[in-house]
Nanobody, 118 residues
Framework: QVQLVESGGGLVQAGGSLRLSCAAS????????MGWFRQVPGKEREYVAS???????YYADSMKGRFTISRDNAKNTLTLQMNSLKPEDTAVYYC????????????WGQGTQVTVSS
């Protein structure tokens, strides 16, 4: 089992940056597919980015060039660097873990609020 705890959210002005972190427990972190998602109240959860065990990254089109996902397997940490933030990036951001490619994300953190003011 994997437990995930996000941190780093907050209030930032449009054009600013934030760095989200996700601390994971468990000895098998390095083998998991890790992802970031976000959700606005009343809307469906939205995929942001993911990274596989080999370090290959994937992004939603609207995040390409602005967000960077990375992982440190030695520290069991997932990171999302968010630059050039826009008010529409305001959401609760969640990290998640999937056991392998093709399987659903099984473990989720509690989320961290990101608010971008105009």
């Amino acid at each position: 089992q994997v437990q995930l705890v996000e941190s780093g959210g907050g209030l930032v002005q449009a054009g600013g940056s934030l760095r989200l972190s996700c601390a994971a427990s468990g000895r098998t972190f390095s083998s998991y597919i890790m992802g970031w998602f976000r959700q606005v109240p009343g809307k469906e959860r939205e995929y942001v980015a993911s990274i596989n065990s080999g370090g290959t990254t994937y992004y939603a089109d609207s995040m390409k060039g602005r967000f960077t996902i990375s992982r440190d397997n030695a520290k069991n940490t997932l990171t999302l660097q968010m630059n050039s933030l826009k008010p529409e990036d305001t959401a609760v951001y969640y990290c998640a873990a999937a056991p392998r490619v093709g399987m659903p994300y099984r473990y989720w953190g509690q989320g961290t609020q990101v608010t971008v003011s105009s």
